[in-house]
């Protein structure tokens, strides 16, 4: 292996110098010139070789810098999830299930921030320009200032985002962009990858917020290579079952806001109208108290959402009983089902269990397992809960309720809505209790005895 070539540069001035001398032939200072060993030992081809780059600046953790300015799109459910509005030279990748409404919702946005006064393109790489016009006007939005275009060529598209510098583009989809320089198909792993990092280095370079719309897997994921989701800033996946009007929008990364924050929005004729009062919505087919319903009440992002969850018992004509769950984790379920038997004598051999929440929500937080519990029991006992209390709470493998977080949201939205009591984990932190009134339990044994008469 060649020896490492060394260089000399010179303290004042910087130049590079061959070897040693005494004055510096570019600024003329005297013993100023020292050696520097080079970046990288390896082989010249491989490696970063001698040269030298520039320093940058450091900072430390005391340092203060002012907020990224915010635009805000005139949706404010929008606004919420990108935590307080559209951030300049940001990269957001939008997900969602084919249909679901990702277009419609991403025209509206486009539309509200193009009459704001900030310019905006909308690239299309999957529908006509026709067919976009005739959605724009049945959304009522054919007279918004906003520019269209319909191409696949990456080139073509950063030339002309490059002469128009606008303040947002939005490119519908990244699986159908390919560029002339990898040799694969649009779509594939490389051509997203590729056009991906060309798009939010564009966004950093011009200081133009990109949104990427990305095709969804069969398990619900973005497709394409990981790494997109990790070069982007924000992720958002649209949500919503297609037999419910009810669509969310929830970040799952954001840089600049709290992620896990949701959006709520009703597909109409009209298009996509923002829910103000999501718990209200969620709860508007509640007329009388039945078996097998409970409301939880739980915590998205920084907002607390009332849901009711609904479940059915019934004797199972199978050799193994079915367990059917939409809108929470079907694990979850299992181990409900186990800490019940094993912990509280309660059986559910023999029965099939169908688990749903209500108006097409998802949750995921482990709040939901005393709700989910006391929905199977008032189902399994065709006992119906009261129709003014809403319960909360973990459930742990020893039967024991582990308190949650936010108790004093969680109350206040409640009392909102109209409801008077409240079942939550002892040991937790309710504040003022919202005017409600709290029935405190410590494991779920005597949560069974209270409500149910048997432990």
């Not at 990224?68 to 459910?77: A, C, D, N, Q, Y």
């Not at 191409?151 to 962009?177: C, F, G, W």
């Not at 169908?354 to 709700?371: K, S």
Request: hydrophobic share 45%.
């Amino acid at each position: 292996m060649a020896k490492p070539v060394t260089s000399f540069t010179c303290t004042s001035c910087g130049a590079v110098h061959k070897k040693w001398a005494g004055r510096c032939d570019a600024c003329g200072a005297w013993n100023s010139i020292v050696e520097e060993a080079p970046l990288s030992a390896g082989p010249a081809a491989k490696s970063l070789g001698g040269a030298r780059g520039k320093a940058i600046a450091l900072t430390d953790l005391s340092s203060r810098e002012p907020p990224p300015p915010r635009t805000g799109s005139g949706l404010s459910e929008l606004d919420r999830v990108l935590g307080g509005g559209l951030v300049p030279a940001s990269a957001i990748l939008v997900g969602g299930d084919p249909g679901i409404g990702k277009s419609t919702l991403l025209l509206q946005a486009a539309a509200s921030f193009a009459r704001a006064g900030l310019p905006c393109i909308y690239v299309s790489g999957e529908e006509a320009g026709a067919q976009i016009r005739m959605r724009a006007q049945r959304l009522g939005l054919a007279d918004a200032p906003l520019k269209l275009a319909t191409e696949t060529n990456l080139r073509d598209i950063l030339t002309t985002l490059d002469a128009e510098r606008p303040a947002l583009a939005i490119i519908d989809s990244i699986q159908t962009m390919w560029a002339d320089n990898v040799e694969s198909a649009p779509g594939s792993v490389s051509q997203v990858r590729a056009c991906a990092h060309e798009l939010v280095t564009f966004a950093k370079r011009t200081g133009t917020a990109v949104i990427l719309v990305g095709h969804v897997t069969k398990d619900g994921q973005i497709a394409g290579p990981r790494v997109v989701e990790h070069m982007v800033d924000t992720v958002l996946y649209f949500e919503g079952e297609r037999g419910h009007q009810f669509r969310i929008l929830r970040a799952v990364k954001n840089r600049f806001g709290p992620a896990d924050e949701i959006g709520v929005f009703e597909m109409t004729g009209a298009g996509l109208a923002e829910v103000a009062n999501p718990s209200a919505l969620f709860l508007s087919d509640r007329n009388k108290p039945v078996p097998g319903s409970a409301v939880f009440s739980g915590i998205e992002g920084t907002r607390p959402v009332l849901t009711e969850i609904q479940a059915l018992v019934a004797p199972s004509p199978l050799g193994t009983p079915r367990r059917t769950v939409v809108g929470l984790d079907a694990g979850r379920l299992s181990t409900t089902l186990a800490v019940l038997e094993a912990r509280c004598g309660i059986p559910f051999t023999g029965l099939d269990v169908f688990l749903n929440v209500a108006g097409g929500m998802r949750v995921t937080e482990p709040a939901a397992d005393l709700a989910v519990a006391a929905a199977l029991l008032s189902a399994r006992e065709d006992v119906a809960l009261p129709a003014d209390t809403v319960i909360f709470g973990e459930i742990s493998l020893s039967g024991a309720l582990r308190p949650v977080g936010q108790t004093e949201n969680r109350l206040k939205e409640a009392r909102k809505l109209g409801f008077t009591q409240a079942i939550a984990p002892a040991r937790g932190k309710p504040g003022g209790n919202a005017g409600l009134k709290l029935r405190e339990m410590a494991d779920l044994a005597e949560f069974v005895g209270d409500m149910f008469g048997a432990g």
